[in-house]
């Protein structure tokens, strides 16, 4: 486990959801769903999830340029996965933007449905910022690529942990005797 970055005694609570340094508990406000450290630009993104914009139901994308109907998860969160070009997309900034991939790295793949509506549920209740690459080819022509699980590189432990007993099924079949 990491230590605090303004206390090097005190192992790290959380990450700032904002500038995803490792802080302790003391050092970290929380957000509706994430936590932030008292940096004044945190601190705005902090005051935005505490009291946020109402976000638009309909967004482009500013990658490949295709119109996107949000979910309320979506407006909520203010972070939509573009089912087109797999890009993730910060909506919560005018004009929306693409978040950058270099700051993620690969978790996992699965080609089984089942396994990564699992995966997602998991990683998303812990809020583990990740996104999903190739899930929607799964539908068009299934095994041949796997669905791959990135996650933010500095969640990646918390991430593995999280998931280190989940086992992954190619067929969708138990091994169980019913």
Request: net charge negative; with cysteine.
């Amino acid at each position: 486990m990491k230590s605090c970055i303004n206390h090097p005694d005190k192992k790290s609570f959380s990450i700032c959801h904002s500038c995803g340094k490792d802080y302790c508990g003391q050092c970290l406000d929380e957000g509706k769903v994430y936590y932030y450290c008292g940096k004044p630009e945190c601190q705005e993104v902090f005051k935005k999830e505490m009291n946020p914009e109402v976000l638009p139901a309909n967004v482009t994308c500013p990658n490949c340029e295709t119109e996107l109907e949000l979910t309320e998860n979506e407006r909520t969160s203010g972070i939509v996965h573009c089912p087109e070009c797999e890009a993730l997309i910060d909506i919560k900034i005018n004009p929306p933007k693409v978040i950058i991939k270099e700051n993620y790295v690969e978790l996992l793949s699965s080609l089984n449905q089942g396994d990564i509506g699992v995966i997602k549920s998991i990683l998303g209740s812990a809020n583990i910022n990740y996104y999903v690459f190739g899930e929607n080819f799964l539908s068009i022509d299934p095994l041949i690529q796997p669905a791959k699980f990135y996650v933010n590189e500095n969640q990646l432990e918390e991430a593995k942990e999280l998931l280190k007993n989940i086992e992954l099924h190619i067929w969708g079949a138990s091994k169980n005797e019913y």
